[in-house]
Nanobody
Framework: QVQLVESGGGVVQSGGPLKLSCAAS????????MGWYRQAPGNERELVAH???????NYAGSVQGRFTISRDNALNTVYLQMNSLKPEDTAVYYC??????????????WGHGTQVTVSS
C-alpha cells in the first residue's frame, strides 16, 4: 500500500508562485511514476505533470513553461513549483503514484487533494 499526502495549497494572487509537496509512505520502493493532476469545478481531472524514476518529465500544454515538477527519491517526495499562476489554474490538485504490484500489474494511488485558488 502507498499513502500520499499533499501540502502547500492555498490562495495566491494572479502571477504569484506556489509550491506543492507530496510525501509518499508505505510500499514506496516500487513506485515508478509520480505526477500531479488537477480538477476544477465542472471539469474532469486532468494531468498537469508527471515524472518517472529516470527523471523524465512531461507537462500539460497549459502549464508548460510555468510549472516544474521534481522528485526527491531519498525523501520520497514529489514537488510542483507553480509560477505565473493564472485564475484558470484554480483547482484541487492531486498527487498520483504508480507502482507494480506482486503480480506485475500497475496500481494507481491518489492523495486526497489540496486546493489552489488563484485570485485576480
Amino acid at each position: 500500500q502507498v499513502q500520499l499526502v499533499e501540502s502547500g495549497g492555498g490562495v495566491v494572487q494572479s502571477g504569484g508562485p506556489l509550491k506543492l509537496s507530496c510525501a509518499a509512505s508505505g510500499r514506496i520502493l516500487s513506485i515508478t511514476h509520480m505526477g500531479w493532476y488537477r480538477q476544477a469545478p465542472g471539469n474532469e481531472r486532468e494531468l498537469v505533470a508527471h515524472i518517472d524514476t529516470d527523471g523524465s518529465t512531461n507537462y500539460a500544454g497549459s502549464v508548460q513553461g510555468r510549472f516544474t515538477i521534481s522528485r526527491d527519491n531519498a525523501l520520497n517526495t514529489v514537488y510542483l513549483q507553480m509560477n505565473s499562476l493564472k485564475p484558470e489554474d484554480t483547482a484541487v490538485y492531486y498527487c498520483n503514484a504508480k507502482r507494480v504490484d506482486d503480480f506485475g500489474l500497475l496500481i494507481d494511488f491518489w492523495g486526497h487533494g489540496t486546493q489552489v485558488t488563484v485570485s485576480s
